[in-house]
């Protein structure tokens, strides 16, 4: 064929095994108890959120020793590279991770994650209708001409509607936001940002 595509854009999606699932909702319903308890959970404020924060030094995985959703983190971020032929890097670390609760009329603007590297959202709690998550194309000339406007690779942007037990994976620096949670139910997720080290030794920190 003389058409080349060239400069694609990778998004990883998975659902987790039943079992694996089984154990991540109990093991996140147990940080949130446990957060709510020492802090009265802090990510449930009384105005909407419409903006991306974060503290940079808040990692709920780590401070609240998520074990189980740590491992299949790694599990499928190790798929997503190998998917992607990546092989150089060989070791992984959460550099960063929060709870998002999005209340009806919540939404959040346009992001990105930067300077990380690897980027994903874990949902925990979702009617599967409280607000796609809307990735938007790299190319800043897609928004301005028609030509080429159709087919699957030449998308502006591309949606995912959230489900219980999906993971997404995406670099970092890929611009994306969230539609309006037209429910009158919380949707809750965990969002999380991953650093993939070159370190000789195999192995995986956390």
């Known amino acids: 064929m003389p058409i080349q595509l060239w400069f694609a854009t990778p998004i ?3 659902t987790l095994e039943p079992d694996a699932l089984g154990r991540v909702s109990a093991e996140i319903d147990q940080a949130i108890r446990t957060s709510a308890d020492a802090f009265g959970t802090p990510w449930r404020e009384p105005k909407l959120s419409t903006t991306f924060s974060y503290e940079r030094d ?5 401070q609240q020793n998520m074990r189980q959703l740590a491992d299949q983190i790694f ?3 190790e798929l997503f590279c190998k998917e992607l032929r990546i092989d150089r890097f060989k070791m992984m670390e959460i550099e960063n991770s929060w709870i998002n609760v999005s209340k009806p ?3 959040q603007f346009r992001h990105t994650h930067e300077p990380s590297m690897v980027s994903g959202v874990y949902y925990h709690k979702t009617s599967g209708d409280d607000g796609n998550i809307v990735f938007e194309s790299p190319n800043p000339y897609f928004n301005a001409y028609d030509f080429p406007n159709n087919g699957a690779q030449f ?3 591309v949606e995912y509607a959230p489900s219980v037990g999906s993971i997404l994976l995406f670099p970092s620096w890929l611009a994306h936001y969230v539609d309006v949670n037209k429910t009158q ?3 809750i997720s965990l969002s999380f940002n991953l650093k993939l080290l070159r ?3 195999r192995g995986i920190a956390v």
């Open 105 to 107: 009329s919540g939404f």
């Open 12 to 14: 990883y999606k998975a």
């Open 185 to 187: 139910e919380e949707r």
């Open 155 to 157: 998308q502006k942007s």
């Open 58 to 62: 808040s990692n709920i995985i780590t």
């Open 199 to 201: 370190d000789p030794v």
């Open 75 to 77: 599990r499928h971020t």
